[in-house]
Each structure stands twice: as C-alpha cells, then as structure tokens.
C-alpha cells in the first residue's frame, strides 16, 4: 500500500470486540494473563503480549507499528516528548569516553544535552562546522560514537549533506543520528541519505495540529545492539514511554498527515514569497530559488521544504515591535500546529544560554522564526505584513 493508504487502514495486531475502525485507548496500567506461563512469556519478551503500560501498550505499539511500516523501519519506539526521545536515543548509544560530532547550530535543549548534561557523564561533544565535509572528516576518529545534525536546523534554517556527512563517518565507524522533525519523515528516505537512526518530535506534524506531546526513535537496523539496548534497556530502566492517550491522537494525525503537510506547505510558499516583497525583511525559507540550501533541499528532500521559515529584521526591537503587533498569527513556541505562530527565538528558546553562545550558534536578537499554520494564506499575509510594516 502507499502512504496514505498505509496510515489510514493499520491492522490491529488482534481484533476489537467491538469492532472499532480506530485503535482503542487502553488507559490502563497492567494486563491480567490466563495462566502462568503467559505471565512468563510476556515478561521475557517470548510473547507480544503487553506487561506493563509503562513499557508496553497496545495503544502505543499500534501507533508504532504504522511508523515502522512507514518508514520501512527495523523498529520505531514512542516517548513522551521529542527530547525524551533525543535523550533516550544518546543513552542508548553512548558510555564515558565517547564523542559525538555535532553543530553549533541547533534546537537550544539539545545543545545543552549534549554540551552539558551528558558531559557530566563522561561524554564529549565536538562542535564543528557540518556544511564542511572535512571539517567532518577531521573531527571524527576513533572514540566517535555518532555524528548528529538537524536535517533543516532551528532556528538557522542550515542543511548539511546528509549522504556526505554518513560516508565519512561510516568509513571510521562512527553512525549518523538526524532530527527530521521539519520535514516529516514520510518525504525523505532516511535510509537512502545513510541515517542510522531518525528521531523527530512528533508533536509537530505528526499529532495533527498539536493535539499531544511526544517523540518517536526510529531505528533502521544498522547500529549493532541499539535497538534492543532502546528498548529492554533505557525504556525499561529510565521510562519515558508515550501515554497511550498521546498515541491515539498521533495515530489520528497520521491519517491526516499527507493533506495537512500539502497546506502547510503551500501556504509557507505563499508567506514567504509575499514577505520577501518588503523593503529591509531577509526571508529564510529553503523553497525559495535563491536560497542557499535551495538546492541540497530540493534533492535530499524530494522538493519539500517544510513550513517554518525566519524573518530577519532591522533590530531586535522591530523584532518585538512586529511581534507585539500581530492580531491573528498566535505568540507562541511549537512548531507545525494548525494555527500560524510566532516566537522570537533569542530571548526565549535561547534565553538562558549567554549571549556569547547564542552568537556562536548563529541564534540572531534580529530573527523571528514563524511556523506556518493552515489559516487561508491571504490573512496569514496581510496580519505578518501589517506587522512588520505597521501599516494596514
């Protein structure tokens, strides 16, 4: 089956008494078996059958089971949050002594996972320039675990060579983790570019207009271990497993999914093709012919561009001055939700790193990242415009 034939109609692994043409929500913490032997046999992973809610739900596998369809995946494990997944996924691989390469240029909570609570593990974090394949090829040696990257940044729009930056750290043994989260993983091969394991926050596109946190590991096989340390390792001894309410409302926004990305899609053409029409306004949006990851993005992605671009203004204060003026796009963090939103990334998602590390992550006082909603683009338009010129 295709995509969106695969997403709609998933078999559940056994059928419902009643019928129901959507997975059930088992809110419940524990199953009872029919003899003792069963009890065994799911404990110790012998059988399919659910133990505990903590670690296994059948809500939660059904909604795992269409993503590794999907993606063609070897296994595909939910968490409550796009950072728990992050998080459990560097466990999972990491131990005192190994090296991560990686960006400056990145969603802030992970640089600090990495730069600071997994330092006081014992892991190091090298920081490199990842549009530079020797740079790359420099950094990794050895003691390299894993490169990682964003595949389109946030919030410096930055898109690396994907494939590029696999062979070199393939070729030292090192495997290659990517945040896909802003372009949804259903457009881009990930296998194909040499990911080993795609995480995204599924709260984005997935959940269908953020209805419900939470983050999904997807992992295709090739990292000896990985998956089974994942799952009968990190998830059974630290948790952080998705709530089967979460997996329900994200099974639904995978139904949608295909339609819902079309509009955001277009509708981030619209808005950036409109905005770069005002005098002094710098829009970032890969779509655009004269973007200088408009290339690398129509091939790695299939001619998707996702629906987030960033404005850069004269200064920080018509930053806010715009913000402050906005009647109809929402002041608000998330990305991909239904409605269009607006946030100014430096003094917010960055606000607690020094200004020193936020200039040498490429996070400008003079940017306004905007995710773009489902809203009929003209008023989406007309409000970003009044906004920025103050004039109706």
């Given at each position: 089956?295709?995509?969106?034939?695969?997403?709609?109609?998933?078999?559940?692994?056994?059928?419902?008494?009643?019928?129901?043409?959507?997975?059930?929500?088992?809110?419940?913490?524990?199953?009872?078996?029919?003899?003792?032997?069963?009890m065994i046999d799911s404990f110790t992973g012998v059988s399919d059958d659910p133990?505990?809610?903590?670690?296994?739900?059948?809500?939660?596998?059904?909604?795992?089971?269409?993503?590794?369809?999907?993606?063609?995946?070897?296994?595909?494990?939910?968490?409550?949050?796009?950072?728990?997944?992050?998080?459990?996924?560097?466990?999972?691989?990491?131990?005192?002594?190994?090296?991560?390469?990686?960006?400056?240029?990145?969603?802030?909570?992970?640089?600090?996972?990495?730069?600071?609570?997994?330092?006081?593990?014992?892991?190091?974090?090298?920081?490199?320039?990842?549009?530079?394949?020797?740079?790359?090829?420099?950094?990794?040696?050895s003691r390299t675990r894993c490169v990682y990257l964003e595949t389109i940044t946030?919030?410096?729009?930055?898109?690396?060579?994907?494939?590029?930056?696999?062979?070199?750290?393939?070729?030292?043994?090192?495997?290659?983790?990517?945040?896909?989260?802003?372009?949804?993983?259903?457009?881009?091969?990930?296998?194909?570019?040499?990911?080993?394991?795609?995480?995204?926050?599924?709260?984005?596109y997935l959940s269908g207009g953020a209805t419900s946190l939470g983050g999904v590991?997807?992992?295709?096989?090739?990292?000896?271990?990985?998956?089974?340390?994942?799952?009968?390792?990190?998830?059974?001894?630290?948790?952080?497993?998705?709530?089967?309410?979460?997996?329900?409302?994200?099974?639904?926004?995978?139904?949608?999914?295909?339609?819902?990305?079309?509009?955001?899609?277009?509708?981030?053409?619209?808005?950036?093709?409109?905005?770069?029409?005002?005098?002094?306004?710098?829009?970032?949006?890969?779509?655009?012919?004269?973007?200088?990851?408009?290339?690398?993005?129509?091939?790695?992605?299939?001619?998707?561009?996702?629906?987030?671009?960033?404005?850069?203004?004269?200064?920080?204060?018509?930053?806010?001055?715009?913000?402050?003026?906005?009647?109809?796009?929402?002041?608000?963090?998330?990305?991909?939700?239904?409605?269009?939103?607006?946030?100014?990334?430096?003094?917010?998602?960055?606000?607690?790193?020094?200004?020193?590390?936020?200039?040498?992550?490429?996070?400008?006082?003079?940017?306004?990242?905007?995710?773009?909603?489902?809203?009929?683009?003209?008023?989406?338009?007309?409000?970003?415009?009044?906004?920025?010129?103050?004039?109706?």
């Amino acid at each position: 089956m295709k995509t969106n034939t695969a997403a709609i109609n998933p078999r559940f692994p056994r059928n419902d008494a009643y019928g129901a043409l959507a997975m059930p929500v088992y809110h419940c913490c524990a199953y009872e078996f029919p003899d003792h032997q069963a009890m065994i046999d799911s404990f110790t992973g012998v059988s399919d059958d659910p133990d505990y809610s903590r670690v296994t739900n059948p809500t939660v596998i059904h909604f795992e089971n269409i993503i590794k369809r999907l993606s063609g995946a070897a296994d595909a494990v939910a968490f409550t949050s796009g950072m728990a997944a992050i998080s459990a996924a560097m466990m999972a691989l990491l131990k005192a002594g190994d090296k991560i390469v990686t960006s400056r240029h990145m969603f802030g909570n992970t640089y600090l996972l990495f730069t600071s609570t997994l330092a006081r593990f014992g892991v190091e974090t090298v920081l490199v320039d990842l549009t530079n394949p020797e740079e790359v090829r420099h950094a990794v040696d050895s003691r390299t675990r894993c490169v990682y990257l964003e595949t389109i940044t946030n919030p410096q729009m930055e898109i690396a060579d994907v494939r590029a930056i696999a062979d070199i750290a393939h070729a030292a043994g090192a495997c290659v983790v990517a945040d896909t989260t802003m372009i949804p993983f259903t457009y881009a091969d990930a296998r194909a570019l040499g990911i080993d394991v795609e995480i995204l926050s599924s709260t984005k596109y997935l959940s269908g207009g953020a209805t419900s946190l939470g983050g999904v590991v997807i992992d295709y096989g090739t990292v000896d271990g990985f998956g089974r340390t994942l799952r009968k390792d990190i998830l059974m001894n630290l948790g952080g497993y998705m709530t089967p309410h979460a997996a329900y409302m994200q099974t639904l926004g995978l139904e949608t999914l295909d339609a819902r990305y079309a509009v955001h899609e277009r509708n981030a053409r619209a808005i950036a093709e409109g905005l770069s029409a005002i005098e002094g306004v710098k829009v970032n949006w890969p779509g655009l012919p004269d973007n200088p990851w408009h290339e690398i993005a129509t091939r790695q992605f299939g001619g998707r561009y996702g629906a987030m671009l960033t404005l850069e203004l004269p200064s920080e204060e018509d930053c806010f001055r715009m913000i402050d003026r906005l009647r109809i796009v929402r002041r608000a963090t998330n990305l991909f939700d239904n409605r269009t939103l607006a946030i100014h990334p430096a003094s917010t998602i960055f606000g607690t790193i020094d200004a020193a590390t936020r200039e040498s992550m490429d996070v400008s006082p003079r940017i306004v990242r905007i995710s773009i909603g489902l809203e009929d683009p003209e008023d989406i338009l007309a409000d970003l415009r009044q906004a920025i010129t103050g004039r109706d």
